[in-house]
């Protein structure tokens, strides 16, 4: 059995809730914080059930979302599912999410991704996660969307 390989980081940013779900769920913005950019289905803001795709050069889907856990403002839960994987894994056993909580001084989001080891580049992926900064674009895109609002 291979080790675990899960990316779990956490920070507090200042920003509301719904600030950072309205970024972490409309595609508009993935391109801005994802460390790779993910395509949702139709474009569409996600909900429950909603598919998202990761595709290569060649334009050929390797990983495949769905959205199996959508409570506004508070948990986002992607089941994935990569071509490259030699067997089927159950919906919630390697997953990409977000967890919300409000506290006094902003919110506290977690972030979570795993467990890669089934994934013939897993180590791979799972050092390019963990030395990447999500949480801190997801906050530079909430800022950003502060400033062009304010010069209106």
Known sequence: MNKPLVVSKEKIIEATQHEIW??????????????????AEDEKTIALGSKIYWINDNDIVYLEGEVITFVPNTKLVISLSDISWDKKVPKDSVTYEFHLTGTKSG??????????????????????????????????????????????
């Not at 409309?26 to 994802?34: I, Q, V």
């Not at 979570?112 to 990447?132: A, F, M, Q, T, V």
Request: no cysteine; hydrophobic share 35%.
């Open 22 to 39: 309205e970024v972490i769920t409309n595609p508009e913005y993935f391109k801005d914080w994802m460390l790779v950019p993910a395509k």
């Open 107 to 152: 919110t506290l989001i977690k972030f979570l991704l795993g467990d890669l080891s089934i994934d013939p580049e897993g180590e791979s992926w799972y050092n390019s996660y963990k030395d990447s900064d999500e949480i801190g674009s997801i906050e530079k895109v909430i800022n950003s969307e502060r400033r062009k609002r304010k010069n209106i």
